[in-house]
């Protein structure tokens, strides 16, 4: 079955079983590995791509499901020689440990980002929500987001 869908802003084709998970297609077809394959039950975040705009686990997807849709990638969201300003802000943060969570925090937050660009502390924490890391403290994942802000201290 062919199914048509952009893909970091370019028309794609699929040509496969339309049961496969939108994570295995990026990452088999498209060698587009930044989401990771981490619990594929949708839980720990780290496959998150963005589909129509909203931030989704990519593992729970059916690549089926995903015809005529835009989807975005970690790839897709940023240059590599500019990166999208809340990578810079992770590293600047040192964030990054093992990286398995990275892509799936950076796509979703931002989303968050998008739909709320001056968001409260609670607000983040809201947004890490189904993303987990393993290695780090949230609070400097939380401390990256903030620093995108002028006022991040005001709104602490």
Same mark, same amino acid.
């Given at each position: *079955?062919?199914?048509?869908? !952009?893909?970091? =802003?370019?028309? %794609?084709?699929?040509?496969?079983?339309?049961? /496969?998970? @939108?994570?295995? $297609? +990026?990452?088999?077809?498209?060698?587009?590995?930044? $989401?990771?394959? %981490?619990?594929?039950?949708?839980?720990? =975040?780290?496959?998150?791509?963005?589909?129509? =705009?909203?931030?989704?686990?990519?593992?729970?997807?059916?690549?089926?499901?995903?015809?005529?849709?835009?989807?975005?990638?970690?790839?897709? +969201? /940023?240059?590599?020689?500019?990166?999208?300003? @809340?990578?810079?802000?992770?590293?600047?943060?040192?964030?990054?440990?093992?990286? *398995?969570?990275?892509?799936?925090?950076? *796509?979703?937050?931002?989303?968050?980002? !998008?739909?709320?660009?001056?968001?409260?502390?609670?607000?983040?924490?809201?947004?890490?929500?189904?993303?987990?890391?393993?290695?780090?403290?949230?609070?400097?994942?939380?401390?990256?987001?903030?620093?995108?802000?002028?006022?991040?201290?005001?709104?602490?």
């Amino acid at each position: *079955m062919a199914i048509e869908f !952009e893909l970091n =802003g370019e028309i %794609v084709h699929y040509h496969g079983d339309p049961r /496969a998970s @939108l994570l295995n $297609a +990026l990452r088999e077809t498209y060698w587009l590995t930044g $989401a990771k394959v %981490v619990c594929e039950e949708g839980f720990c =975040g780290a496959c998150t791509v963005h589909v129509d =705009g909203e931030a989704v686990p990519s593992c729970l997807r059916p690549i089926g499901l995903i015809a005529n849709c835009s989807v975005t990638t970690i790839e897709g +969201l /940023a240059e590599p020689e500019a990166p999208h300003r @809340l990578q810079t802000a992770f590293r600047e943060h040192d964030v990054v440990q093992c990286g *398995m969570c990275f892509p799936g925090m950076v *796509m979703s937050l931002s989303k968050l980002l !998008e739909d709320n660009p001056t968001p409260t502390r609670e607000e983040v924490k809201h947004g890490l929500v189904g993303n987990i890391c393993r290695c780090t403290g949230y609070e400097r994942i939380v401390d990256a987001v903030m620093s995108l802000q002028d006022n991040s201290e005001a709104r602490a």
